[in-house]
């Protein structure tokens, strides 16, 4: 409705309004109980956890949450200032966790986690702008040159819209399966279906059935990047688990970056069979990745 009218900067203004919910909503978010035990706040830390337990409708264990050395039977935990409130690993700079996630016993974690968020966002990002190029290459490449460029044009923004709705369905499964099968099994199964969905646009296909396969397509992917989300911070310790998710999530830009020029340079050059071959190879190792990891964490405790 906003891009044929007006342009994509006021697209790109209207979608930034409902950012701005995030500050109205920013009071209602509780202070992690990590950071309250790491600033002293051992009380306002244990209150938190409390409500946690209460809305998922179970208690605590019984007693009191203590620092790893120092406890009192106090309601107010005193740590002195030489005793440390959590083990060493906890208050590592930056740099030193960064070593961690590279040590012998994170390292195959860490460096398939890193090719799996590269291959998500190049293969969610790849989907997102094959939506436009196909329909772009259609009329460069195929026999549909004489279309008229009001229709062409009208067709993408119909096609881009579709596609966006495969968002929400690739939402919601990926919530009902992942605690039901499992975080790697779940991401397996969805990339195996991307891989699928995208398989008959190794040749040219009609417009009808190429916005059918790119809307399957993006909602499994966009269902596996998803539960990625959740696996990458469950499978390292606490005093990791920041520094791994994100540094990881970082790595995935890179790949939402190196996609246009795949994406948009073999598309744009009428090359649009190198281009899907080379989503589907990204897939197959994303799944092998997947495959390798060393241990499920659905059901596990997280330390």
């Not at 120092?70 to 959590?86: F, G």
Request: glycine share 6%; with cysteine; proline share 5%.
């Amino acid at each position: 409705m906003v891009m044929p009218r007006l342009n994509w900067r006021w697209l790109l203004a209207l979608s930034s309004v409902p950012s701005f919910a995030v500050l109205l909503l920013y009071g209602l978010a509780p202070e992690t109980p990590k950071y309250l035990c790491t600033a002293g706040k051992m009380a306002d830390a244990a209150h938190v956890l409390e409500k946690m337990a209460q809305r998922n409708g179970t208690n605590l264990p019984s007693g009191m949450l203590v620092s790893d050395e120092t406890a009192t039977p106090d309601e107010e935990v005193i740590i002195p200032e030489h005793t440390p409130l959590l083990s060493s690993t906890v208050n590592k700079s930056g740099s030193s966790s960064f070593l961690m996630l590279l040590s012998t016993e994170l390292i195959r974690t860490t460096l398939l986690l890193w090719f799996l968020f590269f291959g998500n966002s190049f293969i969610y990002y790849g989907v997102i702008l094959l939506t436009s190029e196909l329909n772009s290459e259609e009329a460069r490449c195929g026999s549909t040159l004489l279309l008229l460029e009001h229709a062409q044009d009208a067709s993408l923004y119909v096609n881009v819209f579709i596609t966006s709705l495969a968002e929400l369905p690739g939402l919601l499964l990926s919530a009902v399966i992942v605690d039901r099968v499992g975080r790697k099994i779940s991401m397996a199964i969805m990339s195996i279906l991307t891989f699928i969905f995208l398989l008959p646009l190794l040749t040219h296909q009609p417009v009808t059935l190429t916005t059918v396969l790119l809307f399957g397509a993006r909602m499994f992917a966009n269902g596996t990047f998803v539960v990625a989300c959740v696996y990458a911070p469950e499978v390292y310790p606490t005093s990791l688990r920041a520094t791994g998710a994100g540094i990881a999530s970082a790595v995935g830009r890179i790949g939402g970056m190196v996609c246009p020029l795949v994406s948009v340079g073999l598309v744009t050059g009428c090359h649009q069979t190198a281009a899907i071959f080379l989503l589907e190879v990204v897939i197959v190792l994303s799944i092998v990745c997947i495959l390798l990891f060393p241990f499920e964490t659905k059901g596990k405790r997280i330390d």
